[in-house]
């Protein structure tokens, strides 16, 4: 790709794809916007809803599997990072920057050459909280609380939602609440299989629990979507159904 400017010529190799047109909102945004909240003494949650692309978003919400969600102002879209794999678009989410400049940019990295989001709150005298999944695919800058399987369910978005509400009884001005079983149920069925979208409506559900006891600003999005692949699903493939995400910021 040739890319002309008033004195250059700037020549792109190896061009995997281009967006035309493009969002104007990026995972990147959830740091600026965190930031922003907490420099106005706003408490902020982050809701990770991990592998939910905007095109199983929309449909869940006009087939009834996310009611708490299509009661809410309409989420916006927005791009997330390439690859877009949990690494590279947990990474940008949390940093606010893309990965050439955070170093992750696939699953392979964990640690971000910058500091994060929790780092910066924790620099702000904030309270900051991360709550995970029994692993964290990326270093947060600070200790999250784990969720183990405790229920042998094969998913881990109850005990998620557990840890979750005694969390906000410490009241943090900062926290994070990383569902995973969307990905999960989207990797073993596809992205609009009945079993999936059963799996959007449990984290519909519990999103709309924990926001009701939230006191502040609530930012939710995803790190990539998903499509199908034969009888299972998978992302990390430059096209609209792993790069557009849900963004939606409410009270």
Same mark, same amino acid.
């Given at each position: 790709?040739?890319?002309? &400017?008033?004195?250059?010529?700037?020549?792109?190799?190896?061009?995997?794809?281009?967006?035309?047109?493009?969002?104007?909102?990026?995972?990147?945004?959830?740091?600026?916007?965190?930031?922003?909240?907490?420099?106005? %003494?706003?408490? $902020?949650?982050?809701?990770? $809803? %991990?592998?939910?692309?905007?095109? =199983?978003?929309?449909?869940?919400?006009?087939?009834?599997?996310?009611?708490?969600?299509?009661? &809410? =102002?309409?989420?916006?879209?927005?791009?997330? !990072?390439?690859?877009?794999?949990?690494?590279?678009?947990?990474?940008?989410?949390?940093?606010?920057?893309?990965?050439?400049?955070?170093?992750?940019?696939?699953?392979?990295?964990? =640690?971000? &050459? $910058?500091?994060?989001?929790? @780092?910066?709150?924790?620099?702000?005298?904030?309270?900051?909280?991360?709550?995970?999944?029994?692993?964290?695919?990326?270093?947060?800058?600070?200790?999250?609380?784990?969720?183990?399987?405790?229920?042998?369910?094969?998913?881990?978005?109850? @005990? !998620?939602?557990?840890?979750?509400?005694?969390?906000?009884?410490?009241?943090?001005?900062?926290?994070?609440?990383?569902?995973?079983? !969307?990905?999960?149920?989207?990797?073993?069925?596809?992205?609009?299989?009945?079993?999936?979208?059963?799996?959007?409506? @449990?984290?519909?559900?519990?999103?709309? !629990?924990?926001?009701?006891?939230?006191?502040?600003?609530?930012?939710?999005?995803?790190?990539?979507?998903?499509?199908?692949?034969?009888?299972?699903?998978?992302?990390?493939?430059?096209?609209? @159904?792993?790069?557009?995400?849900?963004?939606?910021?409410?009270?």
């Amino acid at each position: 790709i040739n890319y002309i &400017l008033p004195e250059d010529r700037l020549v792109y190799y190896d061009i995997v794809g281009v967006v035309i047109n493009p969002p104007k909102l990026s995972v990147m945004d959830t740091y600026y916007d965190a930031e922003y909240y907490l420099e106005k %003494d706003e408490k $902020v949650m982050i809701i990770f $809803v %991990d592998g939910f692309g905007y095109h =199983q978003y929309n449909y869940a919400k006009k087939n009834g599997y996310a009611p708490y969600l299509a009661s &809410l =102002q309409e989420a916006k879209i927005a791009n997330t !990072v390439y690859r877009p794999v949990t690494n590279a678009g947990y990474a940008a989410m949390i940093t606010g920057v893309s990965p050439k400049e955070n170093g992750i940019k696939n699953r392979d990295g964990r =640690q971000p &050459l $910058v500091p994060t989001i929790f @780092e910066k709150a924790l620099e702000m005298e904030r309270k900051a909280m991360v709550v995970e999944s029994y692993s964290c695919a990326i270093d947060t800058g600070i200790t999250p609380i784990f969720s183990l399987d405790n229920n042998k369910d094969g998913y881990t978005d109850e @005990e !998620v939602f557990n840890n979750a509400k005694i969390a906000l009884e410490e009241k943090p001005d900062l926290i994070m609440v990383h569902f995973h079983g !969307v990905d999960d149920a989207g990797h073993c069925f596809g992205d609009f299989d009945k079993r999936t979208m059963e799996k959007i409506r @449990e984290v519909d559900n519990y999103i709309k !629990v924990i926001s009701s006891n939230w006191n502040g600003k609530i930012i939710l999005t995803a790190d990539h979507g998903m499509h199908k692949k034969g009888n299972e699903g998978t992302h990390g493939y430059f096209r609209y @159904e792993d790069l557009i995400i849900p963004y939606l910021i409410y009270n």
